[in-house]
Every structure is written in structure tokens, then in C-alpha cells.
């Protein structure tokens, strides 16, 4: 593994604008949402700590509340995260294949949907080798600024009017919305708009495994779809 | 002698503890598997373009679903009001896209700070 300081740091810069501060936001109103619902501070921040994914976050402090076993928890928690399956396999073989390396490992953990969001989005425009650092500087920003910002929404809590919370827990599933506006692939716009409605009808029948019904149905139509267009373009 | 009362508090710690752990030792479980698998596929095969595709079915879905069926807070915002914020702001994105991501951030969070404010002021 060799990363290109000039490159990581160029990664760090771009995080520490809207990305960071947006993750910072959700993360504050995580952060409020574990004090609101009596847990302590420790296990609070120890989610955005080790599993770094913010829906699965959210399953995790509202079935604790309800007193769901923890199997249970454990196996929708997983459920939630089993996105990352896919994002790693469409974000690493980006990568040039002579830098894998076990870094991958640990840069792994810093994956989640900001950072895989503009790195879909900006791979394209980058040279590949500068992909990984780029990657790694970005993406550990966003991971580095999630357990502090969990920490003092908690603290703050009892202080910030019901009527800030809901900006802070609005502001992360709008950006996403609004970063799929950038998704230029017409397989992939096709998916965006098939699995959004397949997500919510599954959800109401199936709440475990939405988004894995959404994910395989509406992309695999998707990708027929698209593949159709792309035949016909070149007969 | 702990009382009982402390003692199942001490047991209902124990138990969140190791639903976290098992939860993210799940969540990381799914990443490591990512890379580990991911040697395989070359990004310009059919087989990475039908993953694209299905995970971006899966976090739209995701996205989606927290927007217009969410738990908690946002509850408790009527669908009307989550609906209309979020196309004010898919409108902004699209008037100048590329440029106005930040603009359309802004007017569809304090779209809903706003909201809040007023109920509260209300109720």
C-alpha cells in the first residue's frame, strides 16, 4: 500500500465542506436521539464508533428501546447493512488491482453512503491511481468527525428545541435524496426510480427484507432495462 | 447483595452490549465480505454494471422509505409536509444541476425546522 500524500489530504479538504458537515448534523441528532430514548452515552457513541452506518444506527437505538431480543436486533441491524455488500463491490474493483492490499480491511469500515455516494460520483473524472487515496482521506473525515458529533448531541440534548432535531435527522436522507439527482448511468437512474416504490410496498409486508426485495428486483429490472437500450444501440 | 432491580438494570446493560457488538460485528461482516469479493469483478463487466443497479435500487429504497415511513422524530412531521420539502428541494436541485446542491440542503432543512417552529409556536 502507498498512498499519495497530496492526494489524501486533497480527499480530507473536499470532506471537510458540505459531506462532514452534513454527517456531523445527522450524527448530532443520532446523538440527541440516544439521550432522548435513556441509553447511555457510552453505548451511543460507541455505534457511530464501530458500525458507522447511520440507518442501521437508528434500527439498532429504536429496538433496544422496544426490548427486542438481541438476535433480533442483530439480525435487523444486519439486514439494514447488507447495502455494504454492494457498495465495497462496486467501490474496490475501482481501485487498480496492484494496490490491494489488507489496508483495504481496515478502509473498509470508513464505507458508508456519503462517501461511496461522491466517490461513484467523482471516480469517473480521477486518474485510478489516485482513487484510493483520495478515498481514504475522504472517507476517514467523514468516519473521524461521526463519534465526536454523537457525543455532543447527546450532550446537548435536554437544550436543543425539538423543532433543531428535526432539521438535524431530515438533513442526511434529503442529501442522499439529492445526490441521486448526480447518478449520470441510465441503469442506475432506472434503479434509483424502480427501487424507491418497490422499497416502500415491501416495507409494508416485509420490513426485515425491503431492502434487499427493493434492491434485487428493482435493479435487476433495471439492469435488463438498460441492457435492452444498449443492444439496440449498437444493432 | 444487589437488589433485584439492579440486577436485571445490570443484566439489560449486559444484553444492549452485546446487541451492539453483535450488530456491528454484522454490519462489518458485510464490508469485509465486500472487499473480499470484490478481486473478482472487473468495472467494466456485466456483472459490476447489475451491481450498480442493485445497490443503487437498495439505497433509494433506504432513502426513500426514511423519508416518507420513518420512526422517531420525523414521525411525527405530517407526509405532506415531508413530501413537499423534499420535491422544493429536488426542484432547486434540478433548476441548476451540479450547482445547487448546498442551496436545496438548506431550504429543505430549515423547510422543516420551519415547520417545527411554527407548531410549536402553535401548539
Known amino acids: 500500500m502507498s498512498l499519495n500524500r497530496d492526494i489524501v489530504l486533497k480527499g480530507v479538504k473536499d470532506a471537510f465542506g458540505a459531506p462532514a458537515?452534513?454527517?456531523?448534523?445527522?450524527?448530532?441528532?443520532?446523538?440527541?436521539?440516544?439521550?432522548?430514548?435513556?441509553?447511555?452515552?457510552?453505548?451511543?457513541?460507541?455505534?457511530?464508533?464501530?458500525?458507522?452506518?447511520?440507518?442501521?444506527?437508528?434500527?439498532?437505538?429504536?429496538?433496544?428501546?422496544?426490548?427486542?431480543?438481541?438476535?433480533?436486533?442483530?439480525?435487523?441491524?444486519?439486514?439494514?447493512?447488507?447495502?455494504?455488500?454492494?457498495?465495497?463491490?462496486?467501490?474496490?474493483?475501482?481501485?487498480?488491482?496492484?494496490?490491494?492490499?489488507?489496508?483495504?480491511?481496515?478502509?473498509?469500515?470508513?464505507?458508508?453512503?456519503?462517501?461511496?455516494?461522491?466517490?461513484?460520483?467523482?471516480?469517473?473524472?480521477?486518474?485510478?491511481?489516485?482513487?484510493?487515496?483520495?478515498?481514504t482521506g475522504f472517507a476517514f473525515v467523514c468516519w473521524a468527525v461521526s463519534t465526536p458529533a454523537t457525543v455532543l448531541g447527546y450532550m446537548v440534548a435536554g437544550q436543543v428545541p425539538s423543532y433543531i432535531n428535526l432539521g438535524l435527522v431530515f438533513i442526511n436522507p434529503l442529501f442522499f435524496l439529492l445526490t441521486f439527482t448526480e447518478v449520470k448511468p441510465r441503469g442506475n437512474r432506472i434503479a434509483i426510480l424502480l427501487g424507491a416504490p418497490l422499497g416502500l410496498l415491501s416495507y409494508l409486508w416485509f420490513p426485515d427484507y425491503s431492502l434487499l426485495i427493493a434492491g434485487l428486483f428493482g435493479g435487476t429490472i433495471a439492469y435488463m432495462v438498460d441492457k435492452y437500450f444498449r443492444n439496440r444501440q449498437h444493432a | 447483595m444487589l437488589e433485584s432491580s439492579e440486577l436485571s438494570t445490570m443484566f439489560n446493560d449486559a444484553g444492549m452490549w452485546a446487541a451492539l457488538i453483535a450488530a456491528c460485528v454484522g454490519t462489518y461482516f458485510w464490508r469485509g465480505f465486500g472487499v473480499y469479493f470484490s478481486g473478482k469483478i472487473n468495472q467494466d463487466s456485466e456483472l459490476f454494471k447489475w451491481l450498480s443497479a442493485v445497490t443503487y435500487a437498495m439505497v433509494a429504497a433506504l432513502t426513500v422509505r426514511i423519508i416518507l415511513l420513518p420512526v422517531g422524530l420525523l414521525a411525527t412531521v405530517p407526509i405532506s409536509v415531508r413530501l413537499g420539502v423534499s420535491i422544493v428541494a429536488l426542484i432547486i436541485m434540478y433548476s441548476k444541476p451540479g450547482e445547487r446542491m448546498i442551496p436545496a440542503l438548506l431550504v429543505g432543512t430549515f423547510g422543516l425546522v420551519l415547520y417545527g417552529l411554527v407548531m410549536n409556536f402553535l401548539g
Not at chain 1, 440527541?32 to 452506518?53: E, K, V, Y
Not at chain 1, 442501521?56 to 436486533?73: F, R
Request: aromatic share 16%.
Open chain 1, 21 to 135: 458537515a452534513i454527517l456531523f448534523a445527522g450524527m448530532l441528532g443520532f446523538g440527541a436521539m440516544g439521550q432522548a430514548n435513556g441509553l447511555d452515552i457510552w453505548l451511543t457513541s460507541a455505534t457511530s464508533f464501530f458500525m458507522f452506518a447511520l440507518p442501521g444506527q437508528v434500527v439498532l437505538v429504536e429496538m433496544l428501546v422496544l426490548s427486542a431480543s438481541g438476535v433480533t436486533i442483530a439480525i435487523a441491524v444486519t439486514l439494514t447493512a447488507t447495502r455494504f455488500f454492494t457498495m465495497c463491490l462496486t467501490l474496490f474493483p475501482q481501485f487498480p488491482e496492484k494496490q490491494r492490499s489488507s489496508f483495504y480491511y481496515l478502509v473498509v469500515h470508513f464505507v458508508a453512503m456519503t462517501a461511496w455516494a461522491v466517490s461513484m460520483r467523482d471516480f469517473p473524472k480521477m486518474k485510478p491511481e489516485d482513487r484510493l487515496s483520495y478515498f
